[in-house]
C-alpha cells in the first residue's frame, strides 16, 4: 500500500513515521509468531491433526473474545453500579444538561480498572495496547473526540510498553521451547 500512495500523494512517510512502520511490522511479526509457536505446541501435543486445530482455535476464541466478557461480567459482579448516575440540569436558555455523578464516574473508574487487570493476561489485548500507544492514540476507549488525541511519541510508547512487548516475546519462546522439547522425547516410528 505504501509503494502504491506514495507517488499518488507525492509524498512519503516522514522519518518519525517511517519508524512507526517498523515497529508495526515487527511487533505484529512477533504476535502472529506468538500464535504460530502456540498452534506448533498443540500440535507436538495432541494426536490428531483436527484436535491441535480446535485447540488452537479455541484458544484463540477464548482470548480474543471470551475472556472480555468475562472480564465485563466479573467487575459488573464487583462493582454494581449506584441507582443515581445522571444529573439532569435545567436550562431556559439552552437543551437539558446531563453529566455524571461523582460516585457513578468512580464506579465506572473501578469497573475499567478491574477489566484491564483480567485482560492483562490476554495476548491480544497487550498487542492491542502495544498499537494504540506506538500509533499515539488512546483508541476506542477514550470518551468523544478526544479519544483520539494523540497522547504519546515512539520513544515514550515503547517505554511503556516495553513490558507487553518482553510478554509476547516470552511467551513466543515458551511455547516454541515447549514444543521442542516434546518432539524430541516423542518416539517418533516408521507408520505412526
Given at each position: 500500500m505504501c509503494g502504491i500512495t506514495i507517488p499518488l500523494l507525492g509524498f512519503g512517510p516522514t522519518l518519525a513515521e517511517l519508524s512507526k512502520i517498523l515497529v508495526l511490522a515487527t511487533v505484529t511479526i512477533v504476535y502472529l509468531v506468538f500464535w504460530l509457536s502456540l498452534g506448533m505446541l498443540f500440535s507436538v501435543v495432541a494426536k490428531k491433526t483436527s484436535t491441535s486445530i480446535l485447540f488452537s482455535i479455541a484458544t484463540w476464541m477464548f482470548f480474543a473474545i471470551v475472556l472480555s466478557i468475562l472480564a465485563s461480567a466479573v467487575a459488573g459482579a464487583l462493582v454494581p453500579m449506584p441507582s443515581s448516575d445522571v444529573i439532569v440540569s435545567e436550562s431556559e436558555e439552552g437543551p437539558t444538561r446531563f453529566q455524571m455523578t461523582e460516585e457513578f464516574r468512580d464506579a465506572m473508574t473501578r469497573r475499567s480498572t478491574i477489566q484491564s487487570t483480567i485482560?492483562?493476561?490476554s495476548p491480544t489485548n497487550i498487542y492491542q495496547n502495544i498499537i494504540n500507544d506506538v500509533l499515539g492514540v488512546r483508541g476506542f476507549g477514550g470518551m468523544g473526540p478526544q479519544g483520539f488525541e494523540r497522547t504519546m511519541s515512539l520513544t515514550e510508547a515503547l517505554a511503556a510498553n516495553w513490558a507487553n512487548i518482553a510478554?509476547?516475546?516470552?511467551?513466543?519462546?515458551?511455547?516454541?521451547a515447549a514444543s521442542y522439547m516434546m518432539f524430541l522425547r516423542s518416539e517418533i516410528r516408521p507408520g505412526d
Open positions: 485482560l492483562r493476561i510478554a509476547l516475546t516470552v511467551g513466543l519462546v515458551v511455547c516454541f
